[in-house]
C-alpha cells in the first residue's frame, strides 16, 4: 500500500519560531507537494517538487520555503512563524504528471 | 488558478438514499479525482479518472469524467453512515502534475 507520513500530527508553536514540517513517501514518486487547508478555502498548492533538489511555487510560497534532498523526504519550512500560518498541512505524492495523488494524515499547525 | 466548482455544498440524507455530487469547471481537465476526508484526517484517494466519458466505479461509488472534459460527477448508491465526511473532486492540467480542488461536499448520512 501507497504510504505518505508526515512527522507530526499535532504542532504547537510561537510566532517567530523557525518550523520544520517534514514528509516522507515509501513510493519511490518523482512528485510532492505541500498543500494547506483551511475552512472556507479549501486545499491551495505551497510548494511542489519534481525531482531531488527541484523546486517549483504553488500559488501561495510566501513565507516558506521547502528542501528536497533525497527522493523520498520533503521538508516544508516556515523561517518565522506567523499566526497567519496556523493551519492544517498536507504532504501528497505522486509518480508523473497526471498521476494519482496520495496524501499524508496531514499536520494540524497552531501558531501563537 | 483555476476554479473548480463543487456542488452541493453539503447534504443532508437518510441512510440506504443514493448521492449525487459534481464539479464543473471553465477549463480542461487531463485527469479527474475523487477523494473522501474524515474530521482531523488527510483525504483519501476514492476514484481516479484519465479519459473523456469514462466511468469508473468503486464497490458503491461511481464517478464519470465528463465528455466536455470540463466538469465529473460521484455517485454513492445505498448510503450507509460511515459515508459521512467531506468529498472533494480534483483535476489536473498542465505539466507537472498540479492539481485543483473543489471546495468539498460535507454529507451527512441519518441512520
Known amino acids: 500500500d501507497v504510504k505518505v507520513t508526515q512527522s507530526s500530527r499535532y504542532l504547537v508553536k510561537r510566532t517567530g519560531e523557525k518550523v520544520f514540517l517534514e514528509c516522507v513517501q515509501d513510493?519511490?514518486?518523482?512528485?510532492m507537494f505541500w498543500y494547506r487547508q483551511d475552512p472556507g478555502l479549501g486545499l491551495r498548492l505551497i510548494y511542489f517538487s519534481y525531482d531531488v533538489k527541484m523546486k517549483e511555487k504553488g500559488d501561495i510560497p510566501e513565507g516558506y520555503s521547502v528542501s528536497r534532498e533525497k527522493k523520498e523526504r520533503f521538508s516544508l519550512i516556515l523561517e518565522s512563524a506567523s499566526t497567519n500560518q496556523t493551519s492544517m498541512y498536507l504532504c501528497a505524492s505522486s509518480q508523473g504528471s497526471g498521476e494519482k495523488l496520495f496524501f499524508g494524515s496531514g499536520t494540524q499547525l497552531s501558531v501563537l | 488558478g483555476q476554479q473548480l466548482n463543487q456542488s452541493p455544498q453539503s447534504m443532508f440524507i437518510q441512510e440506504g438514499e443514493d448521492v449525487s455530487m459534481n464539479c464543473t469547471s471553465s477549463?480542461?481537465?487531463?485527469?479527474w479525482l475523487w477523494y473522501k476526508q474524515d474530521p482531523g484526517e488527510g483525504p483519501v484517494l476514492l476514484i481516479a479518472?484519465?479519459?473523456?466519458?469514462e466511468l469508473t466505479s468503486n464497490g458503491r461509488l461511481t464517478a464519470q469524467f465528463g465528455i466536455t472534459r470540463k466538469d465529473s460527477f460521484l455517485n454513492i448508491s445505498a448510503s450507509i453512515p460511515s459515508d459521512v465526511g467531506i468529498y472533494f473532486c480534483?483535476?489536473?492540467?498542465?505539466?507537472?502534475?498540479?492539481?485543483?480542488f473543489g471546495s468539498g461536499t460535507k454529507l451527512n448520512v441519518k441512520p
Open positions: 513510493m519511490d514518486h518523482e512528485n
Open positions: 480534483a483535476g489536473q492540467v498542465g505539466n507537472f502534475n498540479k492539481f485543483y
Open positions: 479518472l484519465y479519459k473523456a466519458g
Open positions: 477549463s480542461i481537465f487531463n485527469t
